[in-house]
């Protein structure tokens, strides 16, 4: 059933198993992107901030677009369905695969984007919040 858990769960057992926790690569990349964001000035860092909240929420075309491509295709339904259904043309299999492919990748991409998006932005509110604490 590990199958079915996310990747916060592989990572929790990746470091439970391991000894040196320094080495693990994942950490190290948040480590270094934490230690990049430490190294720009505040109100540099405000700006990334919110470009980034910009790009998190600007993400959300990606869903619409993927929604709205059934709607353009039924607008033209006879006319797809004469080219795909044609003479018993096998044409359609491909068709949905290649829309089932798209549909797929989309939102795969759309969540990843999303979710570096995230990491990001409480990256950099921690250190924000850290500077404004020691301040």
């Not at 080495?23 to 230690?35: F, G, M, P, T, V």
């Not at 607008?75 to 259904?85: A, P």
């Amino acid at each position: 059933m590990n199958f079915f858990r996310g990747d916060a769960h592989k990572l929790f057992l990746t470091l439970k198993k391991q000894k040196d926790l320094e080495s693990n690569k994942l950490l190290k990349e948040a480590s270094d992107i934490r230690s990049f964001y430490e190294s720009l000035d505040s109100k540099i860092l405000q700006l990334v901030y919110y470009r980034m909240i910009k790009e998190q929420n600007g993400m959300g075309v990606i869903p619409i677009f993927v929604t709205s491509i059934p709607w353009l295709l039924f607008l033209f339904s006879s006319k797809l369905q004469d080219v795909l259904f044609n003479d018993g043309n096998m044409i359609w299999i491909i068709f949905i695969s290649v829309y089932l492919i798209l549909l797929t990748i989309s939102v795969t991409f759309h969540f990843r984007e999303k979710a570096w998006a995230a990491f990001h932005l409480e990256i950099i509110s921690d250190v924000l919040s850290e500077r404004e604490c020691s301040d």
